[in-house]
């Protein structure tokens, strides 16, 4: 179940990729893009907070707190499968 979750999420974004849509935004109250949020995480973001910090902003009404703690979750667990 969890890796069909996964394939899908990663062929949406893949075809984000190829197709110049609009931009994803994970955070509507502070204007932070998903690929903003990635590029957090791949600088050492470990919490939402400090994802908020590297945009310069600090969480509003905290509604994309659970999707950034994922995102974290996945790009950790995603890095632990290729340590493997
Ligand atoms: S949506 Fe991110 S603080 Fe409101």
Redesign the pocket.
């Known amino acids: 179940m969890r890796c069909i979750h996964r394939r899908d999420r990663l062929e949406n974004e893949n075809c984000s990729q190829s197709s110049p849509g609009p931009p994803l935004y994970?955070?509507?109250?502070?204007g932070?893009r998903e690929r903003d949020v990635r590029h957090a995480i791949a600088c050492g973001a470990s919490r939402p907070a400090e994802v908020f910090k590297s945009q310069g902003c600090q969480?509003?009404?905290?509604?994309?707190?659970c999707e950034m703690r994922q995102m974290i979750d996945e790009s950790r667990e995603a890095l632990r499968y290729a340590a493997e």
């Open positions: 994970v955070c509507n109250c502070n932070i969480a509003q009404c905290a509604k994309c707190v």
